[in-house]
């Protein structure tokens, strides 16, 4: 008998992929999900014409609402909670949706697992945003990006905790609750700390799910504002590689549980925001790409780049698509469902 598995926000980005790929290999997959994301519909609709609506289970239901999540978990052997307000500027404006929907949510997912006989496999999509500012770590500026000079393979779990906007405090806030009921309730609990993940079925806005956004905004011929100087770097992660961090993590659960694992490219996929991602675009696209620049924006890292060696060694996980051939896919996705933007 297989097992079955709950994905709470499982008509997003990374719960529609993940949920694809469940069904490939004939897992019992039920998501969970308010379908308040605007592209939520369209990703349940693809689900149900790759795989037939018999084959997709859902429950329309929000995470605050415990009573019914706690009845949607109670059949799961494994739930990946993934549902989640993932955009900082919301979170400054509506911090108490925030609060709610990341921090209390995350909570009603854990007592519900806590309160299962089952004793569900608990997996948590955490942030790189824990760590805050990181303002204490040395930056210098190269050519086109910047860089850690102290810190060649990124930053590591061992990173201090800092908190930064509603949205890192509501994340972070669930990131260790989700660790203490290991600790406290022995709930097999996994943190996954994400760097930036991209790829098809990511319906990227300008605030949120900038890789996308950006390949969006190029093809459609939207206006695209670069903050800063666009040398600003991150470590971008294609979503299948995410996956497999996901797998492995419930395959080992005996050596992840309790665990915390920074999930990201690392230092081999990185790329600056524009300086160095600006000219990949513009190369698939055959064209210059034009662009307006404005003013850094409060709270944005110059670097962050995760250390992933500790998945390496625990999991034996590395991302395995370079970050010209994941882009290159997530362009000619786009590009083939231009109709939906």
Known sequence: MGKKYLITGG????GS???ARLLK???DVTIYDNLSRAGAPRNLAWLRREFG?????????DVRDASLLTSAAAAADIIIHLASQVAVTTSVLHPREDFEVNALGTFNVLEAARLSPRKPTVLYASTNKVYGGMDEVAVAEGETSYYY???????????TLDFHSPYGCSKGAGDQYVRDYHRIYDLPTVVFRQSCIYGPRQFGIEDQGWVAWFVIAAITGRPITIYGDGKQVRDVLYVEDLLDAYDL????????QGQVYNVGGGSENTLSIWQEFGSLLEELLG?????TWDDWRPGDQRVFIADIRKAKRDLDWAPKTDVKT????????????QADW
């Open 17 to 19: 992929n993940y949920v």
């Open 53 to 61: 609506g018999d084959a997709v289970n859902l429950t329309v239901g």
């Open 149 to 159: 000079p102290d810190l060649p393979l990124g930053a590591s779990e061992s990173q």
């Open 25 to 27: 290999r004939g897992e």
């Open 287 to 291: 064209r210059e790409i034009p662009v």
């Open 326 to 337: 994941g882009v290159t896919r997530l362009f000619n996705w786009v590009k083939q469902n």
């Open 249 to 256: 993590a419930v395959e080992n659960i005996s050596v992840a």
């Open 11 to 14: 008509a997003g980005f990374i």
